[in-house]
């Protein structure tokens, strides 16, 4: 049995792959998005943050720890106990984060641990990861929830601090059924907010050679600007604001035109 940094465990999620589902929050991640909506789960430490609680009617600021080390064993004992909710609802367990695969050992242990009970497993990445990482969690996965920005490889370095190369080649080392494939495109105005964005990301999807059963579509909301003050954190430069709806809308169609199943939301 391994030990992860977990930073939440979520239950009755399901926004992420089918079903009722637990998600469970790894920390750590190697980008710096610009409107990342979950910065408590970036660094791969611990970290303590001041949050105002009420208790008996006054207000009141705490310092909680974010992040806690735990064992396969003591997240599975979490995970079974909705068990009877995931074989009703055909749901599982999906990893997240941060970035899941920024702790690679202890994702693939828990992976085969809810292989071997049987439970569906979904696996939320950016897809930057070592070759070999993303190939063995890929393997052991039932489910990718494969996030896309761009394809453009400046923008992507200048808005997230990593270029798409990595990631363009993992998406293509997929080469079997397996896992199923869900891309999903948050889309942030000001960064991807054009119709050639999306054109180019189709034209993309289009040359992967596994089968993408649905194209999510996850228009940029509010990203969770307390969580910066409650953590310290400088709020990063240039935070996109909210997108129309029917903007969303025509660049779901550049999808579904291209013969996608496409969803707003994730
Ligand atoms: S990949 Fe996700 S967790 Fe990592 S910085 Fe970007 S939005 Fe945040």
């Not at 995970?79 to 009703?88: A, C, S």
């Not at 059924?177 to 942030?188: A, K, M, S, W």
Request: net charge neutral; aromatic share 10%.
């Amino acid at each position: 049995m391994k030990s992860g940094l977990v930073f939440d465990m979520r239950r009755y999620s399901v926004h992420d792959g089918p079903g009722i589902r637990t998600s469970v929050f790894l920390k750590g991640c190697p980008l710096r998005c610009n409107w990342c909506h979950n910065p408590e789960g970036i660094l791969p430490e611990p970290r303590k943050i001041r949050k105002e609680r009420s208790v008996d009617g006054r207000k009141n600021m705490v310092e909680e720890t974010v992040g806690k080390w735990m064992s396969s064993q003591e997240v599975l004992d979490f995970l079974l106990k909705d068990l009877v909710f995931y074989e009703e609802s055909g749901g599982g367990v999906t990893f997240t984060g941060g970035e899941p695969l920024f702790q690679p050992d202890f994702l693939l242990d828990m992976l085969l641990e809810c292989k071997n009970l049987n439970l569906h497993t979904a696996v939320d990445t950016s897809g930057y990861a070592p070759s070999e990482v993303f190939q063995a969690i890929s393997g052991k996965a039932d489910l990718l929830l494969f996030d896309l920005k761009t394809v453009n490889q400046e923008k992507h370095l200048a808005y997230t601090g990593k270029g798409t190369h990595q990631i363009l080649r993992n998406l293509f080392s997929l080469k079997k059924n397996r896992p199923e494939l869900i891309i999903r495109i948050p889309v942030i105005p000001g960064f991807n907010d054009q119709l050639s964005e999306m054109e180019a990301l189709c034209e993309t999807l289009s040359r992967v050679d596994v089968p993408v059963k649905r194209v999510d579509f996850l228009p940029c909301h509010n990203w969770g600007r307390h969580k910066y003050e409650a953590l310290g954190i400088e709020l990063p430069e240039g935070v996109p604001g909210k997108l129309p709806e029917e903007i969303l809308y025509k660049f779901m169609e550049v999808f579904s035109d291209a013969g996608y199943r496409v969803k707003k939301g994730g």
